[in-house]
């Protein structure tokens, strides 16, 4: 079974930093792009970033670009979103994802699997 973990959300202030982990199980990291997508309240979800296991290439959505990365640890099925320098409106449910075809791109429709969701609130 195919299963998405996320972890490592919480409060903090505005200008502070967190990193989200998300631990897969039932398949390996090899053949997939894995995805962080965000969703805050009354608003659709949208992606953050992704990593791609071919070469471990990323790509980021404009509102990351310059604060989060994405890195990966296949030794422990596990992709990390290190965020920094977060704003309020960075408020939201984070959630990883998993892309079997492996595009590294954030098309939603893309993700075959979706973990439950970390929630983040950054106050001002």
């Known amino acids: 079974e195919v299963q998405l973990v996320e972890s490592g959300g919480g409060l903090v202030q505005a200008g502070g930093s967190l990193r989200l982990s998300c631990v897969a199980s039932?398949?390996?990291?090899?053949?997939?792009?894995i995805g962080w997508f965000r969703q805050a309240p009354g608003k659709e979800r949208e992606g953050v970033g992704c990593i791609s296991s071919r070469g471990g290439s990323t790509y980021f959505a404009e509102p990351a670009k310059g604060r989060f990365t994405i890195s990966s640890d296949n030794a422990k099925n596990t992709v990390y979103l290190q965020m920094n320098s977060l704003k309020p409106e960075d408020t939201a449910v984070y959630y990883c994802?998993?892309?079997?075809?492996?595009?590294?791109?954030?098309?939603?429709?893309?993700?075959?699997?979706w973990g439950q969701g970390t929630q983040v609130t950054v106050s001002s």
């Open positions: 039932g398949f390996t990291f090899d053949d997939y792009t």
């Open positions: 994802a998993a892309d079997p075809n492996n595009l590294g791109r954030l098309w939603n429709r893309m993700y075959d699997y």
